[in-house]
Every structure is written in structure tokens, then in C-alpha cells.
């Protein structure tokens, strides 16, 4: 096997390794926004659970200081054939990590996946969660918008009905 085969092998252990520390959670069970600290040191993902509705919206970000998570690397949104990747950043002293869900046409009901990868400088590092959620509430037409779709119609009627006798 040659050198360059041996550290690619080594290389991609050593990285599937990192990701045996992915632990996961169901946000249910925290609430909107709550601190959460990383067991091990180095390479990390974490796994949050969250059901929703049909064309629901909302976001989740992750934030911490850098002298707890040297900054995040991926956070992904996923499941029921959806995948998005959010976007990964530094404010100031801060690391970030944040995803939003549109009114998406393909979102269907259901459990969906938000994985954080991050770089956590000590075991027991910190950092906090803050997501919203909320169903897309039906449109309800207005008393005057149906009062006047039943004028109209009436109209196309009463229309159709004189066209008859002549």
C-alpha cells in the first residue's frame, strides 16, 4: 500500500472517529432556548430532533465564545427529502452556526434533523441554542372577500339565465 493510500486511510479514521462523539437530542425536551455543553473535546456533532407541521418555518442558532467552541464547521437541516445547509460563522467573539426553514412547498409533517459540527476547545464546553418553530397558519378569507365571490357568482348566473330566454 503506498504512503499516500496509508494517510488517507489514517486520515478518514481519524475523522470517522471524531464523528463516533455525535450525540443526539430532541429539542421537545429543552424548550426554545437553553444552554447545552459538549462532552468531549475536539471534533463534535450534535444531533437535535424536531416534529413538524406542514409548511411550518423558523430557525435555530448556536452561539458561543470562542474560548469554549473554536468555531463551528457545518450545521445541516434535514429529513423527508429536505436538506439544507446553514451557514457557519464568527461575530466579534462569538462562533455561530445558524439554519432557517422557509415556507418550504416540499415540507411535509414530520421529524426532521438539525446537525451541528463544531471544534470544542475542552471537554464540557458550552454553547447555547436558540430556535423558533411555528406552523403556517391557513389563510381565512374575510367575510366581505367571500360575500363578494358570491356576487360575482350570482351575477354570472343571473348572466347565464338571461342568455337562456332570448
Not at 463551528?72 to 432557517?100: D, H, P
Request: aromatic letters at 10%; glycine letters at 14%.
Amino acid at each position: 500500500m503506498s504512503t499516500i493510500k496509508k494517510i488517507g486511510l489514517s486520515a478518514s479514521l481519524l475523522l470517522a472517529s471524531g464523528f463516533a462523539n455525535a450525540a443526539s437530542y430532541d429539542l421537545a425536551d429543552h424548550g426554545n432556548n437553553f444552554a447545552h455543553d459538549v462532552s468531549v473535546a475536539g471534533l463534535f456533532t450534535d444531533v437535535f430532533n424536531v416534529t413538524l407541521n406542514a409548511g411550518a418555518t423558523g430557525s435555530i442558532l448556536f452561539s458561543a465564545a470562542k474560548e469554549d467552541i473554536s468555531g463551528f464547521t457545518s450545521i445541516i437541516f434535514q429529513g423527508n427529502g429536505v436538506s439544507l445547509t446553514g451557514s457557519t460563522g464568527s461575530f466579534g467573539n462569538f462562533s455561530l452556526a445558524e439554519a432557517s426553514v422557509g415556507s418550504l412547498a416540499g415540507l411535509v409533517a414530520g421529524t426532521y434533523t438539525i446537525s451541528v459540527t463544531g471544534n470544542s476547545l475542552f471537554s464540557g464546553a458550552g454553547y447555547s441554542v436558540d430556535s423558533t418553530f411555528a406552523a403556517v397558519a391557513s389563510p381565512v378569507p374575510e367575510p366581505s372577500s367571500i360575500a363578494l365571490m358570491l356576487g360575482g357568482l350570482g351575477l354570472v348566473g343571473f348572466m347565464a339565465a338571461r342568455r337562456k330566454k332570448v
